[in-house]
């Protein structure tokens, strides 16, 4: 399993998934880190 990404996320908030949603647009393997069960809290 390939363990490399092009962007890493840190929280699942607007941002976080706003900024991976983007960047995999373009292609890119993005992994979201969260501390939650639901994302966005």
Sequence with gaps: ???QYDMI???A???GL???ERAS???KKC???E???KAGL
């Design 25 to 27: 647009e373009y292609g």
């Design 13 to 15: 908030g607007s941002g």
């Design 9 to 11: 996320a840190i929280g």
């Design 18 to 20: 706003s900024a991976v």
């Design 35 to 37: 501390a939650n069960l």
């Design 1 to 3: 399993m390939n363990k």
């Design 31 to 33: 992994l979201v880190i």
